[in-house]
C-alpha cells in the first residue's frame, strides 16, 4: 500500500471525505489511478495554509475541526486516487483545488490513527502497519467497531 503524507488540517479534511483534490506540484504514475493509498498524517500543522483552510471550511459551512480530531504522525485513513488534473481552463469546479496539479481523493475512509513514520512523496506502508490499516478500513466498510487498544505498531508506540 502507497501512502501520501500531508500536513494538518488538509489530510484531517481528506480522510474526513471532504478535500477532494490534494495539490501538488509533480504529477503522480498513471499506473496509481484507481489505487487505494493511505493518508498519512505529518508531524506539523500547515500554518501557512491555515487561513485558506478556514475560508475554504466556512465558504463550505462546515465547522473547523477541533484539537482532538487532529491526530499527528500516522496513518489516519486511505482515499482511492483519480485520474490527476492539471490546473487550468478545464479543470473541474472544486474550492479544493489550485494545482499546479490535483490528485482526486475518492472513496475516503477515516480510521482510527495507526502510528507510522511519513516520507516526501508517495512512499510504501510497512507491512506492519499496512495490514493494521487494511484491518481498519475493512471494519469501517462493515460497520464494525475499531479494536485500537492493543495495536502498538512497529514503532513501538
Known amino acids: 500500500m502507497y501512502a501520501l503524507t500531508i500536513k494538518h488540517p488538509w489530510a ?3 480522510a ?7 495539490n501538488r506540484v509533480w504529477r503522480p504514475l498513471a499506473t496509481l489511478e484507481g ?4 493518508i498519512h498524517a505529518g508531524k506539523s500543522l500547515d500554518k501557512e495554509g491555515e487561513r485558506a483552510f478556514q475560508e475554504i471550511m ?3 459551512e462546515i465547522p473547523l475541526p477541533t484539537a482532538h480530531q487532529l491526530h499527528f504522525g500516522a496513518i489516519i485513513g486511505t482515499a482511492r486516487l483519480g485520474k490527476t ?3 487550468g481552463a478545464d479543470a473541474p469546479a472544486s474550492p479544493w483545488l489550485f494545482g499546479p496539479y490535483g490528485l482526486p481523493m475518492l472513496d475516503a475512509v477515516a480510521i482510527d490513527p495507526v502510528p507510522c513514520r511519513g516520507m516526501l512523496g508517495l512512499w510504501m506502508v510497512p507491512p506492519p502497519e499496512a495490514a493494521e490499516v487494511a484491518r481498519r478500513v475493512a471494519a469501517v466498510r462493515n460497520g464494525e467497531p ?7 505498531g512497529s514503532m513501538g508506540f
Open 12 to 14: 484531517w479534511a481528506i
Open 16 to 22: 474526513q471525505g471532504l478535500k477532494d483534490y490534494e
Open 35 to 38: 489505487y487505494e493509498i493511505a
Open 58 to 60: 466556512s465558504y463550505l
Open 85 to 87: 488534473v492539471t490546473v
Open 146 to 152: 475499531q479494536r485500537t487498544a492493543d495495536w502498538q
